[in-house]
């Protein structure tokens, strides 16, 4: 009798399949006790954390800077936001991410006033800036859970990996300058130009008396000669 072979069925659901490869991103290290940081691992993500030069997130090919909207808000009055925006510009890909929409009002309190003391119509001046001048897309999400699959989704999309090899801008010393001034309440890039062009260096603008700096200031005058003045209280 002759035995007959078992025909292989290759539409068997038996066939070993390839094991899923694990999608890992690159965090840096302050963002440790971020609520995103959990929601991105219950999320199947892996998670390496290093200390990130720029960008709080590294993901494929994706340099992300995350910001809820009160650090926001804070990063815009102190220019810091400026120094980071510039700093993406190493990455082609870059996205910024302003989180907690749901949580916090953008351009106002809820009673109304100017939030933290910027108009709202300086905050879309910003935003429109941070678009068109430094071209960096701006996602808004509603909260940290938001922001996580957001990040899911940029990280299961095909693509290389980024590199870490980047540096932090570094300013000349004429930016740097330009850097501090800009530090002083109400005082805008224009402004601050206008004061290190009249009177040269920090010291100056130090010793300037409040008439001399009116030339300049105006009504601020009053502010960042107070400002000179103010002690430091723990």
Do not use: C, W
């Amino acid at each position: 009798m002759v035995k007959i072979k078992p025909i292989l069925d290759i539409f068997s659901s038996s066939k070993k399949s390839k094991p899923t490869e694990k999608i890992r991103i690159v965090v840096d290290h302050r963002e440790k006790n971020s609520i995103v940081i959990s929601e991105i691992i219950a999320l199947g993500i892996e998670i390496e954390f290093q200390q990130l030069k720029v960008a709080d997130y590294l993901v494929k090919d994706v340099a992300i800077e995350r910001k809820t909207v009160s650090d926001f808000i804070s990063s815009m009055m102190n220019r810091r936001l400026l120094n980071q925006l510039e700093e993406l510009q190493q990455y082609k890909n870059r996205l910024l991410i302003v989180e907690g929409i749901d949580e916090q009002e953008l351009y106002s309190n809820h009673d109304g006033e100017s939030s933290k003391g910027m108009h709202p119509n300086s905050i879309r001046g910003f935003l429109i800036s941070i678009l068109l001048k430094y071209k960096v897309p701006i996602v808004f999400t509603r909260d940290g859970k938001d922001t996580a699959k957001f990040i899911s989704v940029i990280a299961k999309r095909q693509s290389r990996e980024l590199s870490l090899n980047v540096s932090k801008k570094s300013l000349d010393k004429k930016e740097r300058l330009q850097f501090i001034v800009e530090g002083f309440p109400g005082i805008g890039p224009k402004t601050a130009r206008k004061l290190l062009e009249k009177f040269k260096t920090l010291k100056n603008i130090a010793n300037a008396s409040e008439e001399e700096l009116r030339e300049v200031l105006g009504k601020k005058a009053e502010i960042v000669r107070g400002l000179f003045e103010e002690e430091y209280k723990e």
